[in-house]
């Protein structure tokens, strides 16, 4: 039976009382790594990036939910209490979507691993809120790689256990490797991160205790006297700034000259150098394009193609993971049938309005939004018969050359629609 110490005087009573008693340090021993980890994100700062924003591109997509009504048919729900439930899952103040998904899924990407506790509404027997469990705090135990119970201690110490088949619970979590714990990345990036500390110490010492020289005056013959060594010195220093000739020149004695010394150069310490490939290693690990993060340069064209790799080859495995872990944990809960979420990662690629409207209008073939739809855009009030969609007169229904039908094009003063118009054929003026 374990027991809780709250203060140190609680425990210092136990000791006298059992000399050879032996307390639970209060975070097991096995989960002394997660500090690592903690550690390698607040004085890391190549793991920071990289994790931050793998993190804030996750959460920052909202989850959308669907009923499925056919292989191919789908409706969008507005009024469920899924909907309501993923729209503040922590039902904590200051507490948004965004920020409980931005600490799961940095759980994940520093512990390989996240937990959140279900909370149910007696009244109505639905989840009612998530509880996030610190990854740094939490330790997964079980056999042959199944979770049977999660062990986590709250703010006070207190020990707590929750078991998958009881508890209503969001986990999630890699390899297993040796343990249910996961295999964390900062464990892969240890050795290099362990160098990147030592480096900055170096060069942090290295920059505290040079020899701080400018120039050193050289004399070929000593001084014929002490007085008149003094009488220099004093003069000298009247150069130094906030002297009564700063900024002057001064003159030397004969026998004297002056010598630049610069004992050490910045760049010899090579700390961009060394940073960058800190960044390239630790954005590498995570599956990122070190161009993403602007760690490596990138021209107007790759990144394009970076971009467009971002919410595919990059993330999404991650999005995969968590829609698949919502899905198979969370939305069972609310006893639905054919009811799903989905990242809504369109809204990622969507692109500009003008890219849009142009890859719509080849897709449909034709224009695709109603005046008073365009005036909504620019904060216009509707204007009568503005509902109709308009068709240009050189469109007809499958026989246009081209499904630009959308696309304006400006010729000379006049704006007219191409409507992929052929030779000879009439074209709306809409200028």
Same mark, same amino acid.
């Given at each position: 039976?374990?027991?809780?110490?709250?203060?140190?005087?609680?425990?210092?009573?136990?000791?006298?009382?059992?000399?050879?008693? !032996?307390?639970?340090?209060?975070?097991?021993?096995?989960?002394?790594?997660?500090?690592?980890?903690?550690?390698?994100?607040?004085?890391?700062?190549? !793991?920071?990036?990289?994790? #931050?924003?793998?993190?804030?591109?996750?959460?920052?997509?909202?989850?959308?939910?669907?009923?499925?009504?056919?292989?191919?048919?789908?409706?969008?729900?507005?009024?469920?209490?899924?909907?309501?439930?993923?729209?503040?899952?922590?039902?904590?103040?200051?507490?948004?979507?965004?920020?409980?998904?931005?600490?799961?899924?940095?759980?994940?990407?520093?512990?390989?691993?996240?937990?959140?506790?279900?909370?149910?509404?007696?009244?109505?027997?639905?989840?009612?809120?998530?509880?996030?469990?610190?990854?740094?705090?939490?330790?997964?135990?079980?056999?042959?790689?199944?979770?049977?119970?999660?062990?986590?201690?709250?703010?006070? #110490?207190?020990?707590?256990?929750?078991?998958?088949?009881?508890?209503?619970?969001?986990?999630?979590?890699?390899?297993?490797?040796?343990?249910?714990?996961?295999?964390?990345?900062?464990?892969?990036?240890?050795?290099?991160?362990?160098?990147?500390?030592?480096? !900055?110490?170096?060069?942090?010492?290295?920059?505290?205790?040079?020899?701080?020289?400018?120039?050193?005056?050289?004399?070929?013959?000593?001084?014929?006297?002490?007085?008149?060594?003094?009488?220099?010195?004093?003069?000298?220093?009247?150069?130094?700034?906030?002297?009564?000739?700063?900024?002057?020149?001064?003159?030397?004695?004969?026998?004297?000259?002056?010598?630049?010394?610069?004992?050490?150069?910045?760049?010899?310490?090579?700390?961009?150098?060394?940073?960058?490939?800190?960044?390239?290693?630790?954005?590498?690990?995570?599956?990122?394009?070190?161009?993403?993060?602007?760690?490596?340069?990138?021209?107007?064209?790759?990144?394009?193609?970076?971009?467009?790799?971002?919410?595919?080859?990059?993330?999404?495995?991650?999005?995969?993971?968590?829609?698949?872990?919502?899905?198979?944990?969370?939305?069972?809960?609310?006893?639905?049938?054919?009811?799903?979420?989905?990242?809504?990662?369109?809204?990622?690629?969507?692109?500009?309005?003008?890219?849009?409207?142009?890859?719509?209008?080849?897709?449909?073939?034709?224009?695709?939004?109603?005046?008073?739809?365009?005036?909504?855009?620019?904060?216009?009030?509707?204007?009568?018969?503005?509902?109709?969609?308009? !068709?240009?007169?050189?469109?007809?229904?499958?026989?246009?050359?081209?499904?630009?039908?959308?696309?304006?094009?400006?010729?000379?003063?006049?704006?007219?629609?191409?409507?992929?118009?052929?030779?000879?054929?009439?074209?709306?003026?809409?200028?």
């Amino acid at each position: 039976m374990s027991e809780d110490f709250p203060t140190l005087a609680d425990l210092g009573r136990r000791h006298a009382e059992q000399p050879f008693y !032996v307390a639970d340090p209060g975070t097991p021993l096995t989960s002394w790594a997660a500090g690592q980890s903690r550690d390698a994100f607040r004085k890391q700062p190549s !793991v920071r990036k990289v994790t #931050g924003f793998i993190a804030r591109q996750l959460a920052s997509t909202s989850l959308h939910s669907y009923r499925r009504r056919g292989d191919d048919d789908r409706a969008r729900l507005s009024n469920h209490p899924l909907v309501s439930f993923l729209a503040d899952p922590a039902k904590s103040p200051g507490v948004s979507a965004m920020d409980f998904w931005e600490g799961m899924h940095l759980d994940r990407l520093l512990y390989d691993r996240s937990a959140a506790l279900i909370e149910p509404d007696p009244s109505t027997l639905l989840p009612k809120r998530a509880i996030r469990l610190p990854a740094s705090r939490t330790t997964f135990h079980g056999t042959d790689g199944v979770i049977e119970y999660v062990e986590t201690y709250d703010d006070h #110490g207190t020990r707590k256990i929750y078991e998958p088949d009881k508890h209503w619970m969001l986990l999630n979590r890699g390899y297993p490797g040796a343990s249910v714990m996961g295999v964390s990345a900062v464990d892969t990036l240890r050795a290099i991160l362990d160098g990147a500390d030592e480096a !900055v110490e170096y060069r942090a010492d290295l920059m505290k205790n040079r020899a701080v020289l400018s120039a050193v005056i050289e004399k070929e013959k000593p001084w014929s006297s002490e007085d008149a060594q003094q009488r220099f010195q004093r003069s000298f220093a009247e150069y130094r700034r906030g002297g009564s000739r700063a900024g002057g020149v001064p003159v030397l004695e004969d026998g004297t000259t002056w010598k630049d010394v610069q004992a050490h150069k910045p760049i010899d310490v090579q700390d961009m150098e060394a940073r960058t490939l800190s960044e390239v290693e630790v954005a590498t690990a995570y599956w990122i394009y070190p161009e993403l993060l602007g760690t490596r340069p990138g021209t107007y064209a790759n990144m394009r193609a970076f971009r467009a790799m971002l919410y595919s080859v990059c993330l999404g495995p991650y999005f995969e993971s968590w829609k698949q872990s919502v899905n198979t944990q969370l939305v069972p809960l609310f006893t639905p049938q054919n009811i799903y979420v989905e990242p809504n990662v369109q809204s990622k690629l969507s692109g500009s309005f003008e890219e849009q409207a142009d890859y719509m209008s080849t897709m449909v073939g034709g224009p695709i939004m109603t005046r008073n739809e365009g005036r909504a855009r620019l904060n216009l009030s509707p204007i009568d018969g503005g509902d109709e969609l308009i !068709v240009p007169l050189n469109v007809t229904e499958g026989g246009q050359a081209s499904p630009q039908s959308g696309k304006a094009v400006t010729h000379g003063d006049e704006t007219v629609h191409t409507g992929g118009a052929r030779e000879g054929d009439a074209v709306q003026s809409i200028g």
